[in-house]
Each structure stands twice: as C-alpha cells, then as structure tokens.
C-alpha cells in the first residue's frame, strides 16, 4: 500500500483541533485502560483462586476482589472508549481497515463482552456470603468471565496490530486474488505483545493489594492475620509477575517485525523495563514505610505512571510503523479548529469529572473507614450537590448553543 492511497483513505473534514492532543489524550487514556484492565483480570483471577479455597483469609479475599472486578469492568469499558475515540481520529485510514477486515470479530466484540461481564455478575450475585460459607456456587461462571475477557483483549490485541501492517491488507482482503468479504478473520498477532500485556496484571494486581491493605489499615480492629496475609500475597504476585512479564516483553522485542527491528535497542524499552522495575522495586524500596501514611499508595501510583511510559512505547513503535516506514505522519491532518468543541471537553473533564469523581470517591473512602452505618457530612452533602449543578448546567447549555447554533447558523 503506497503512501498517497493511506492519505487517500483520510477523512476529508480534517481534525477538530491539532492531532498532537488527539495522540496524548490516546496515550494517557490508554494507560489508564490498561490499568483498569489488569485491575479487573488481576481482581478476577484471585477471586477465582480465592473462591476455589477453603482458607479464610483467601475467602475473605475473593469475596473483597469479586466486588474490585465488579467496578473495574465498568471502569475498563468506560477507558476503552477514549482511546478507542482518539486512535480513529488520528490513525483513522489505518484503524478502520483492520477493523473492517475483521468486522465479524469487532460486532463479536460487543456480544462476548456482555457474556463476560454478565458471567461475573452472575457469580457475584450467587456468591455473596463467601465469608460466611465455605461453598462457592458456579465457580464456572468466573472461569467463563475471565476466558471470556482474554477474547475481548485478544481481539482489540489484533485489530491494534494489524492496523500496523498495511503492506499486507490486499493480501487479507483478497488472499491470492480471491476477495473474502467476511471479516472472520484475525488475520495477524503477536502472542509475546499480548501474553506481556496480560501478565501486566500480576504485578499490577500486587501493587493493588498493597493499597487495598493500607486501605484496610485505616479500620480500627482490623484482622492482622489477614493483613500479614494480603502483604506476603502481593510481593509474590509483584515480583513473580514482574519477572514473567519481562521475559515476556524480551520475546515481544525480538519478535519485532524486520523494519522496526532495530525499535528494539532503543530508548523506548529501556525506558520501559527501567520504568516496571522500579514499580515492582517500590514496595521493597518502602519496607515498612508501606504502613505509614499514604506510603501505601505510592507503588500503584508508581505502576500507573509505568503504565504511561509503556503507552508511549506502544504508541513509539506505532509511530516507528506508520511514518518510519510507510510515510504516513498524523502530524499533517488537515485542521479545522473547533475551540468550542475544543474547550468544551477540557472544562467538561475538570469541573464535572473533577467534582463528580471527588464526591464518590470522598463518599466510598469514608464509607469504608466506618464500621457499621456511614451517614455523610453537611460538606461532603454538598459536593454532591455541587456535582449535580454542575451537571444540570452543562445539560442547558449543550442544548441551548445546539438549539442557537441550529436555528441561527
Ligand atoms: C474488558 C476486557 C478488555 C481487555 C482484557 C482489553 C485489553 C486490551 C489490550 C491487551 C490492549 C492492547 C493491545 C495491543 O496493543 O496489543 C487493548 C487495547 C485497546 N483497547 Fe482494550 N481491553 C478490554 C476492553 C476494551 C473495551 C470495552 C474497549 C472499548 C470500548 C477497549 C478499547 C481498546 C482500544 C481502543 C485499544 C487500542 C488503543 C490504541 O491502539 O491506541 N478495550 N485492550
């Protein structure tokens, strides 16, 4: 595919505002996709191990992680979305060419994500006294929401590496001359990429049982048995997840297609390997300052922002791709700037998602520091009520310039 039929397929009402936000924004969202991602399959996975156990520590911990992967599906869908819009405005003749080559897979997309999470509340839902009892109901239903997630991932994994490969697309679309129309196809992947994604959740998870513990500790009488436990349990999955997960990166590196291989002996995956050690390192680094105040909370802040530079690095190598070898610069997107549009994201994301977020996150930490009924404060009633105006507001005056630009423009 030559460069000219690549700039062809863009889209001819150019960009709202300069490609460079688009591609940050796709970066940063991504990170934050990832983590919920691994959130939900690390949560996922030792709700399993936890719920297939007849120890009450690993009980209490299922029943606690079943309610984390509850949340963090709808966190992970909701994140998946925002680089999902910002990778099909900058990339969008390469996206939707891979998408449409594998339609069938991207329609099924949808339909075994909603099995997956309907599995998992249908476990939560037969599972909600695992403290109480030792039994655990369905235990199958979870294996099928996690099965059932790696597809979801899976499928994302090769639409985001076939977008990469356009001297192969003809060959797909019409294998020795034949068109196939279908779509059923995955037609390229890399296991290593993706197997190293995936075990991202091991230590990601680790990271996440460790605040969960300082999270805990907040509680008066709480179970030191079971914090020891939550402790031991999240340095193993740190650091043995760790080391999986960068044999698993190596084989990514080397596996690299022959025109980006030399991607591999750059900054990129040095910065990368240097930015998860030092996430996994974190937790022995603290020692016991892991107790104390918010040191708790540092690793998993650590991991995000490893999380970061390993989006750079994917969107590094997807630029290696595009413009190192096929020519193609998202840079050069025709503008057409939209300040309204523009502004209208970036207020909407600080005031509404600022004041809503500090509500709920204000209302589900004091709830869990209380043992017994939590009855909010006249301030934290206020945020609330703050973040409802602020709502109301935006609601008005979306329809209001609507309605204005409609009837005037
Ligand atoms: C819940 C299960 C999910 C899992 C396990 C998962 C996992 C992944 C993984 C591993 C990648 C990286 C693939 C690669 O680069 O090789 C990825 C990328 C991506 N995911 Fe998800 N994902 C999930 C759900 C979703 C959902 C529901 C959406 C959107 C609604 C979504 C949107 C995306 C997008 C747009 C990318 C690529 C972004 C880009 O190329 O810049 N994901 N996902």
């Not at 990601?204 to 513990?213: H, K, P, S, T």
């Not at 022959?258 to 937790?283: E, G, R, Y």
């Not at 530079?309 to 020519?327: A, S």
Request: aromatic share 14%; glycine share 10%.
């Amino acid at each position: 595919m030559d460069t000219a039929m690549l700039y062809a397929l863009r889209d001819p009402l150019g960009v709202p505002a300069h490609p460079i936000i688009f591609l940050i924004l796709g970066v940063l969202t991504w990170a934050l996709h990832i983590a919920a991602v691994h959130v939900l399959l690390g949560a996922s996975g030792l709700t399993l191990v936890g719920a297939l156990n007849k120890n009450a520590h690993w009980r209490r911990l299922a029943d606690a992680m079943v309610g984390t992967a509850k949340i963090a599906v709808s966190v992970a869908i909701v994140l998946g979305v925002a680089p999902l819009l910002f990778v099909q405005v900058i990339y969008d003749p390469f996206w939707y060419t891979s998408n449409v080559l594998s339609a069938w897979w991207v329609i099924a997309f949808i339909a075994v994500l909603i099995l997956g999470s309907l599995a998992l509340f249908a476990f939560y839902g037969l599972n909600s006294k695992m403290v109480q009892t030792p039994k655990t109901r369905c235990p199958g239903a979870m294996i099928a929401a996690i099965a059932l997630f790696l597809l979801v991932g899976f499928i994302m994994h090769a639409l985001s590496v076939q977008m990469l490969h356009p001297e192969k697309w003809m060959q797909w679309y019409a294998p020795n001359g034949v068109v196939d129309a279908s779509g059923r196809a995955l037609h390229e992947y890399n296991f290593w990429r993706f197997g190293f994604f995936i075990s991202l959740s091991l230590p990601v998870i680790g990271l996440w049982l460790l605040a969960y513990r300082r999270y805990l500790q907040g509680r008066s009488q709480e179970d030191v048995g079971y914090l020891d436990f939550v402790r031991g349990l999240a340095l193993r999955l740190t650091s043995i997840g760790g080391v999986l997960a960068l044999g698993l990166f190596v084989g990514w590196m080397l596996t690299l297609p022959n025109n980006v291989q030399s991607f591999a002996t750059s900054l990129w995956p040095m910065l990368t390997v240097a930015a998860l050690l030092l996430a996994v390192a974190t937790p022995i680094l603290l020692g016991k300052k892991l107790d104390q105040g918010i040191y708790g909370f540092v690793p998993f802040a650590v991991g995000a922002v490893a999380l970061i530079v390993l989006g750079l690095l994917r969107e590094m190598l997807r630029w290696t791709t595009l413009f190192g070898v096929h020519g193609y610069n998202p840079f050069d997107y025709k503008l057409h700037m939209d300040w309204y549009s523009t502004l209208l994201f970036f207020l909407t994301f600080a005031l509404i998602g600022g004041s809503v977020i500090a509500y709920l996150l204000t209302v589900s930490w004091k709830a869990g520091q209380t043992k017994g009924m939590y009855v909010a404060s006249p301030l934290v009633n206020r945020m609330g009520t703050l973040g409802i105006a602020t709502l109301a507001i935006w609601i008005i005056q979306y329809f209001a310039i609507g309605l204005w630009v409609a009837y005037t423009g």
